[in-house]
């Protein structure tokens, strides 16, 4: 069987090279992830290019993350759960709320509850959702162009969970303090 590989700027593609420079500046580190899928130039560069879209939705930056670790901890993935909780954390959300979503409990503020709820559900139904949901959603102050942006968020996670699971990715030094089974701490 061919083994995937997890490249440095040094060993990746052409193509490659200046989107894991990219990524190691905008992490303070070089992301597993990254690694691996610099051996795919396009994977990297649409992983990107979505993520950056991403980041242009109405949600606040720290509700983007929650909304990513939502889908990862639905699609099972330990590499971006971890990922998308630090990132939560250096964007403003609570280690509380981050615990709690984790742990999948319910929140105190219906706001951001409807937000991690919705995004569970487009993931586990693969976005055969009730009208129910919907109008919970809808009810604390969201649109149905919210609903588009956050299925631009699940695209986004499918594909890195996916790539995190067929590589078998190991989670990043930088991202430890966050993995499953910590508690975060203020």
């Given amino acids: 069987m061919k083994q995937f590989i997890k490249h440095s700027i040094e060993s990746a593609p052409e193509e490659s090279k200046e989107l894991l420079k990219y990524g190691e500046k905008k992490y303070g580190m070089l992301p597993n992830l990254f690694r691996y899928m ?6 990297l560069k649409g992983y990107i290019d979505l993520f950056n879209t991403f980041s242009k939705t109405s949600f606040s930056s ?4 929650l909304i990513l670790l939502a889908v990862s901890i639905v699609n099972k993935c330990d590499y971006c759960t971890a990922a998308h909780t630090r990132a939560a954390k250096a964007n ?12 999948q409990k319910k929140l105190e503020d219906k ?4 937000l991690i709820d919705i995004s569970k559900k487009i993931t586990e139904t693969r976005g055969n959702i009730e009208a129910v949901d919907l109008n919970v959603f809808y009810e604390v102050g969201f ?4 609903i588009m942006e956050i299925i631009v ?3 986004l996670k499918t594909m890195s969970n996916y790539i995190n699971h067929v590589t ?3 989670i990043n030094e930088e991202l430890k303090p966050f993995e499953i089974g910590k508690e ?3």
């Fill in 153 to 155: 968020g699940v695209s």
């Fill in 62 to 65: 720290g509700e983007q993350h």
């Fill in 184 to 186: 975060i701490e203020d």
């Fill in 168 to 170: 078998e990715n190991i």
């Fill in 92 to 103: 403003g959300i609570s280690s509380s709320i981050l615990n709690a979503v984790r742990k």
């Fill in 143 to 146: 649109s149905p162009e919210n």
């Fill in 111 to 114: 706001r951001l509850n409807a």
């Fill in 38 to 43: 610099a051996g795919a130039p396009s994977a």
